[in-house]
T-cell receptor, first 114, second 116 residues
Framework: DADVTQTPRNRITKTGKRIMLECSQT?????MYWYRQDPGLGLRLIYY???????NKGEISDGYSVSRQAQAKFSLSLESAIPNQTALYFC?????????????FGPGTRLTVL | AQKITQTQPGMFVQEKEAVTLDCTYD???????LFWYKQPSSGEMIFLIY??????QNATEGRYSLNFQKARKSANLVISASQLGDSAMYFC?????????????FGTGTRLKVLA
């Protein structure tokens, strides 16, 4: 089973709809991240959380909100989706104090807003 | 200003040859980390290699090595003996900040195509 899972894997929605992307991990990592990937722009950080009570904005948080329901779960919400939020969204986890502090990524959610 | 710059949008390499993917970075932190990730066409992000700013030796992981030149602020990825399965998008990333405030910045990526 995958250590970092994302649901849904693909979603098509309409402008103005509320949508939630979910991320779960079984790695026991305390840190979790949400990124979006757009062609030619690489990955950009939306929000990150270093533990259940810690939520921080990334470089492109406008139009998004997050919830850290438990150590293992970190959800990303688009309250009112707009077409320029069409992108590939990644969740990632990180173990604080690990030898590399590398991030482990989920498989991604491809979101299309019409 | 870009904190991570990958100047090669696309690269070709012949199978079994070595290839270098360029990455330059910009930070005023003394302690930072540099990473390379691989993204195959299937879309997942795969960690390849890490270099800490205080590491004196260049990092190596199998066929991957990181050519770290601190004074030039470059962290190029070298893939030796390229294989067809190496065809993918490659991202350079930097972790900066102090414990508790780490942030990651990714470059725009280099698409590598290995030719048979």
């Amino acid at each position: 089973d995958a250590d970092v899972t994302q649901t849904p894997r693909n979603r098509i929605t309409k402008t103005g709809k509320r949508i939630m992307l979910e991320c779960s991990q079984t790695k026991g990592h305390d840190r979790m991240y949400w990124y979006r990937q757009d062609p030619g722009l690489g990955l950009r950080l939306i929000y990150y959380s270093f533990d259940v009570k810690d939520i921080n904005k990334g470089e492109i948080s406008d139009g998004y909100s997050v919830s850290r329901q438990a150590q293992a779960k970190f959800s990303l919400s688009l309250e009112s989706a707009i077409p320029n939020q069409t992108a590939l969204y990644f969740c990632a986890t990180e173990l604080a104090g690990g030898p590399y502090n590398e991030q482990f990524f989920g498989p991604g959610t491809r979101l299309t807003v019409l | 200003a870009q904190k991570i710059t990958q100047t090669q949008p696309g690269m070709f390499v012949q199978e079994k040859e070595a290839v270098t993917l360029d990455c330059t970075y910009d930070t005023s932190d003394q302690s930072y980390g540099l990473f390379w990730y691989k993204q195959p066409s299937s879309g997942e992000m795969i960690f390849l290699i890490y270099q800490g700013s205080y590491d004196e030796q260049n990092a190596t992981e199998g066929r991957y090595s990181l050519n770290f030149q601190k004074a030039r602020k470059s962290a190029n990825l070298v893939i030796s003996a390229s294989q067809l399965g190496d065809s993918a998008m490659y991202f350079c990333a930097m972790r900066e900040g102090t414990s508790g405030t780490y942030k990651y910045i990714f470059g725009t990526g280099t698409r590598l195509k290995v030719l048979a």
